[in-house]
């Protein structure tokens, strides 16, 4: 899982309430991701972030938000405008050089289940 | 439809075996990716092959890539019971100025020992 953590790695949430999930990143990396994975299915990109202060939506933000305020966090709020939360997130960082992305470092990953 | 696809969903096969897995994706692209994840767990990168590479080797595996086809290879020699495993492809797709790496659904391989 390389220098990425996740907490928790599992969490459960009652309807309608907003939770937050933790991403942190000692490997230096300017570009940070957050994805969503449903079972059997390839990975979603919900936000990323590609300098501190600055991110842009991916392909499934709304419901989602995020923050980064350091180069080591990006935190992931699922809010309860979000209609189907339950799933698998993943957190990923990678070095941001030049046109090309490199490879993407990932977390170990937080499963969030709405109760 | 996704960017990369990944073909077969689900293979398995006896240890010892070489699987294969292949990708196909639609754009053009500045490298493909491959990556490996175990149950439950985050991904793990393999290989990164660069557009104007057509084969690439890391122990076990060799990746080829072949842009007029618009598709690529995981080959795994000597399959090990370890290998057990979800195997995904990754593009990257220009958006807006931006770049974001985009994924298949995966091959979910089973090494039966």
């Known amino acids: 899982d390389g220098g990425i953590t996740q907490s928790p790695k599992y969490l459960f949430r009652k309807e309608g309430q907003n939770v937050t999930l933790s991403c942190e990143q000692n490997l230096n990396h300017d570009a940070m991701y957050w994805y969503r994975q449903d079972p059997g299915q390839g990975l979603r990109l919900i936000y990323y972030?590609?300098?501190?202060?600055?991110?842009q939506k991916g392909d499934i933000a709304e419901g989602y938000s995020v923050s980064r305020e350091k180069k080591e966090s990006f935190p992931l709020t699922v809010t309860s405008a979000q209609k189907n939360p339950t799933a698998f997130y993943l957190c990923?960082?990678?070095?941001?050089?030049?046109?090309?992305?490199?490879?993407?470092?990932f977390g170990p990953g937080t499963r969030l289940t709405v109760l | 439809s996704q960017q990369g696809e990944e073909d077969p969903q689900a293979l398995s096969i006896q240890e010892g075996e070489n699987a294969t897995m292949n990708c196909s994706y639609k754009t053009s692209i500045n490298n493909l990716q491959w990556y490996r994840q175990n149950s439950g767990r985050g991904l793990v990168h393999l290989i990164l092959i660069r557009s104007n590479e057509r084969e690439k080797h890391s122990g076990r595996l060799r990746v080829t890539l072949d842009t007029s086809k618009k598709s690529s290879s995981l080959l795994i020699t000597a399959s090990r019971a370890a290998d057990t495993a979800s195997y995904f492809c990754?593009?990257?797709?220009?958006?807006?100025?931006?770049?974001?790496?985009?994924f298949g659904q995966g091959t979910r391989l089973t090494i039966n020992p």
């Open positions: 990923a960082s990678s070095i941001k050089t030049g046109s090309h992305l490199n490879e993407q470092f």
């Open positions: 990754a593009t990257v797709l220009n958006v807006q100025g931006a770049q974001k790496l985009v």
């Open positions: 972030s590609q300098i501190v202060n600055d991110f």
